[in-house]
């Protein structure tokens, strides 16, 4: 936003074409009475095109030049206002299934690109809340820490690829890494959401395990269940290997495993069989997981009376040069 400390100043643009005009009709007095006289039907030669063109601009250039110096006068500062929030805001781990069952397209396009769609909606929504990553297939990897740079994870989400971690679904070892990054958290509430579509098949610890250990840091755990039993045709470009992968995938999905794993770590199951159930889950999640917090709202200006200042006189210096080039000559 643009602020002035002298507003009355900008009457000084009025000025400009005030005099503009009154220069014009006293130049016209003086031309009626210029010497010498030319003779009845003798033609007046006309300047070069090149000495109109340079007296043209700069006339543009000191009224360009008048306006920068007006501006200038009346303290012109760019504002800018900012929220600072003043309490530490709840915490969220979306630990995501990245197997390459995920690359089903019984969602459109497919289940990890609906997913990565809607936790991109997630973020976006959020303000003072912490949210990190943490990706897993057949091992798990922390993508991104807890962070209200909502745009660096969501730049860091966007480069997961079906089967990035190996096949199978390792979700005890998926929690387990979510859990240890939270341990140490001193957010008021820390919530883990899981994401998954399938049954543990991969790594060395057990769901149940990883809930257990959640749950004595204090973390609670909703699961969303992607995807439903039966088959659904997969594609996807293996990252270890680049080539193209193809077939159908047979769904062994167990509903009812993931919501007693969610129930004991003292969270809640959402089934998403289709795009707009996943949506609808992430919309109460989000609900859940939003802060009431106190805020300030914190101004900043940046003065612009130097830089006008130094293109007035840019301006003014290139119309003395163009008086130069034109013969010297007023416009």
Request: charge should be positive; include cysteine; proline fraction near 5%.
């Amino acid at each position: 936003m643009l602020a002035f400390d002298h507003p009355w100043a900008l009457a000084l643009l009025a000025l400009g074409p005030l005099l503009l005009a009154l220069r014009r009709r006293l130049k016209g007095s003086a031309g009626a009475l210029a010497f010498p006289l030319s003779l009845p039907g003798a033609a007046v030669p006309s300047p070069p095109y090149g000495a109109r063109l340079a007296r043209a601009l700069r006339a543009i250039a000191l009224g360009s030049g008048f306006v920068a110096f007006a501006l200038a006068a009346a303290g012109p500062s760019l504002v800018t206002k900012r929220t600072v929030y003043l309490d530490r805001g709840d915490e969220a781990f979306i630990v995501l299934d990245v197997s390459p069952s995920m690359a089903a397209s019984d969602f459109s396009p497919t289940r990890l690109d609906a997913a990565k769609a809607i936790i991109g909606d997630f973020l976006a929504t959020r303000r003072n809340e912490t949210v990190g990553l943490v990706a897993f297939g057949g091992e798990a990897a922390l993508v991104c820490p807890p962070t209200t740079d909502y745009a660096a994870l969501a730049a860091r989400l966007s480069t997961l690829k079906p089967g990035l971690y190996g096949e199978g679904t390792a979700i005890g070892a998926g929690i387990a890494v979510a859990a240890a990054h939270e341990a140490s958290s001193t957010a008021p509430s820390r919530r883990l959401i899981l994401l998954t579509d399938g049954e543990n098949n991969s790594g060395s610890m057990e769901p149940a395990a990883a809930v257990q250990a959640a749950a004595r840091l204090g973390l609670d755990l909703s699961v969303i269940g992607v995807g439903s039993s039966g088959e659904a045709p997969v594609t996807y470009v293996d990252p270890a290997t680049g080539l193209k992968r193809s077939g159908v995938y047979r769904s062994g999905f167990d509903a009812s495993a993931l919501e007693a794993l969610s129930r004991s770590g003292g969270g809640d199951y959402y089934g998403a069989d289709n795009r707009a159930a996943l949506a609808q889950a992430f919309g109460t999640l989000a609900e859940r997981s939003a802060s009431l917090t106190r805020t300030r709202t914190v101004s900043s200006a940046a003065g612009l009376t130097a830089r006008l200042l130094g293109l007035g006189l840019c301006l003014i210096a290139l119309a003395r040069l163009l008086g130069l080039a034109g013969g010297g000559g007023r416009p």
